[in-house]
Nanobody, 121 residues
Framework: QVKLVEFGGGLVQPGWSLRLSCAAA????????ISWYRQAPGHPRDLVAR???????NYADSVNGRFPISRDNAKNMVYLQITSLKPEDTAVYYC???????????????WGQGTQVTVSS
């Protein structure tokens, strides 16, 4: 089993920045890809950014350039620096990890509980 814990959300004003962090702990051999998703009320959960084990990144068009993602493999951590926040960025932000429990094993998907980001003046 793997547990993901997100932190760093909060209530901020438009134009401000936040740094979200996600810590993965448990039976981890490797993390193939680790991602941030977000879900606003009444909307589906959408991918925001993903970083692979080779440090390849991809981003949703709506955040490209504003939300750089990075990972620390030694600590099993992933970060999302969210900048120039807009009211439409208000959502619960979730961490997702594609984890192998052993060499050559299958990949399991894990989700965190989410952290709320609210952008309001």
């Amino acid at each position: 089993q793997v547990k993901l814990v997100e932190f760093g959300g909060g209530l901020v004003q438009p134009g401000w920045s936040l740094r979200l962090s996600c810590a993965a702990a448990g039976s981890i051999f490797s993390i193939d890809a680790i991602s941030w998703y977000r879900q606003a009320p009444g909307h589906p959960r959408d991918l925001v950014a993903r970083v692979t084990s080779e440090d390849r990144t991809n981003y949703a068009d709506s955040v490209n350039g504003r939300f750089p993602i990075s990972r620390d493999n030694a600590k099993n951590m992933v970060y999302l620096q969210i900048t120039s926040l807009k009211p439409e960025d208000t959502a619960v932000y979730y961490c997702n990890a594609a984890v192998k429990h052993q060499r050559g094993g299958i990949v399991y998907q894990y989700w965190g509980q989410g952290t709320q980001v609210t952008v309001s003046s």
